[in-house]
């Protein structure tokens, strides 16, 4: 009776554990797909189990997605770590610039919650996103100290110009193609180049 207990507790751990990973695997793609208010029912449909097992493993939805969107963000940290550790400042900013954007641009909750759309969320997302802020301040101040980035840009220049590519698909007949990001940012980049042959208006 004892072996059958200890080989039964092995198996509900790992079937335990594996559910939790569909779990989140399933909110990644449908938060990556309809936001942050992807429903309940969509995740748990993805991942093929009951709305009971979502609560059992992570008390609600908000606590699901707030622990995708902090994996999402410790990713996007360690690009921009990468980029720090880059001998070329120019190039470990203008990877990391690119590398953001796309992301951005793949992932609709990303993209709500760099925005700002994103609401009651725990606070230790809202940490993360204020580290990797300081990580990307870092990024433009060593480019500028090299003398490859113009010295009136700021670490919010860049993180605008990464959205500048998410938004409409069309503009007076022009239809924005799926490489479209990429010369978008290509041509913020030149302009960011230093030294500055003109003056930045005040932010």
């Keep these: 009776m004892v072996n059958a207990v200890t080989d039964e507790a092995p198996k509900e751990r790992a079937d335990s554990r ?5 779990l989140i695997e399933a909110a990644r793609s449908a938060i990556a797909e309809h936001g942050l208010q992807a429903s309940t029912t969509d995740i748990t449909e993805r991942a093929e189990v009951g709305v009971g ?13 707030a622990d995708v969107l902090i994996d999402g963000l410790a990713e996007i940290q360690a690009w921009a770590d990468a980029a720090l550790d880059d001998p070329d400042p120019w190039a470990g900013l203008s990877g990391f ?3 953001f954007t796309e992301a951005q641009l793949a992932n609709l909750g990303l993209a709500e919650f760099t925005s700002g759309q994103a609401r009651e969320l725990p606070p230790e997302v809202a940490e993360h996103g ?33 959205i500048a590519p998410i938004g409409g698909e069309e503009c007076l007949g ?17 302009g960011l180049r230093g030294p500055a042959t003109s003056t930045l208006p005040p932010e």
């Design 18 to 22: 594996r559910k939790r990973l569909r």
């Design 53 to 65: 097992t979502l609560y059992r493993r992570f008390g609600s939805k908000e606590a699901l997605v």
């Design 97 to 99: 610039l690119y590398a």
């Design 130 to 162: 204020s580290k990797l802020a300081a990580a990307i301040d870092r990024l433009v101040r060593r480019a500028q100290e090299h003398g490859t980035l113009r010295v009136d840009v700021t670490w919010r220049d860049l993180v605008l110009i990464s």
């Design 174 to 190: 022009a239809t924005r193609g799926e490489g479209q990001w990429r010369r978008t940012i290509a041509i913020a980049l030149d």
